[in-house]
């Protein structure tokens, strides 16, 4: 199957600054994307999604930009706090409901 | 509301044996998919049930099988265990139509010995 890719592994960012995590996925099909945050001892949590007919969603404090000619998507969180130290995974949408996931960011917040 | 829960939270296992995993999903969600986690990587596909039917499945081999019972749990089984199989299994469950994505259960830490 198609597979999801993070451009960085590990990203540390002051406490209050802002943080972009991106990434490339490789199928042009994919038309749904999930941005998850899964912290040491826990399963990944939803944090927003984006359909393909889209190129900007916003959230509370995060924002997910969709770049299809490039096949990019990046995860903005602004403002960003100790809580948000954790592991981000971009997953893809391509065929039915199965969600191909990348190998994952490490976000550390330094206080 | 209960989210999706998972038990046993840990296993440890010899090589050669089975194991079945159970997942309780999110009330209102008729969809189960379940997810190996080893360390350091992201979860990858494993199967998915709805309706008691798997119906999709990933690049695992027939060791890994599945059960969805009319009320929605479903059952994760692994035989003839290798070491290889040494992971965080996680169960996600869903809608169907897949709207909102996953809910994730805190996962079944599984070591293969």
């Known amino acids: 199957g198609e597979s999801v890719g993070l451009h960085l592994p590990t990203l540390s960012v002051q406490e209050g600054d802002n943080s972009i995590i991106n990434c490339a996925y490789s199928?042009?099909?994919?038309?749904?994307f999930i941005w998850y945050k899964q912290e040491s001892g826990k399963g990944p949590q939803f944090i927003i999604d984006?359909?393909?007919?889209?190129d900007k969603r916003q959230g509370q404090r995060v924002t997910v930009l969709l770049n299809k000619t490039v096949k990019h998507l990046s995860l903005q969180i602004a403002a960003t706090q100790p809580g948000d130290s954790a592991v981000y995974f971009c997953?893809?949408?391509?065929?039915?409901?199965?969600?191909?996931f990348g190998t994952g960011t490490s976000l550390t917040v330094i206080p | 509301d209960a989210g999706v829960t998972q038990s046993p939270t840990h296993l440890i296992k010899t090589r050669g044996q089975q194991v079945t995993l159970r997942c309780s999903p999110k009330s209102g969600h008729d969809t189960v998919s379940w997810y190996q986690q080893a360390l350091g990587q992201g979860p990858q596909f494993i199967f998915q049930?709805?309706?008691?039917?798997?119906?999709q499945r990933g690049n695992f081999p027939d060791r890994f099988s599945g059960h969805q019972f009319p009320n929605y749990s479903s059952e994760l089984n692994v035989n003839a265990l290798l070491l290889g199989d040494s992971a965080l299994y996680l169960c996600a469950s869903s809608l169907v139509e897949g709207v909102g994505g996953y809910t994730f259960g805190s996962g079944t830490r599984l070591t293969v010995v």
């Open positions: 997953a893809e949408n391509f065929t039915g409901n199965q969600f191909y």
């Open positions: 049930y709805y309706e008691e039917e798997e119906r």
């Open positions: 984006i359909r393909s007919n889209m």
């Open positions: 199928n042009s099909a994919s038309d749904y």
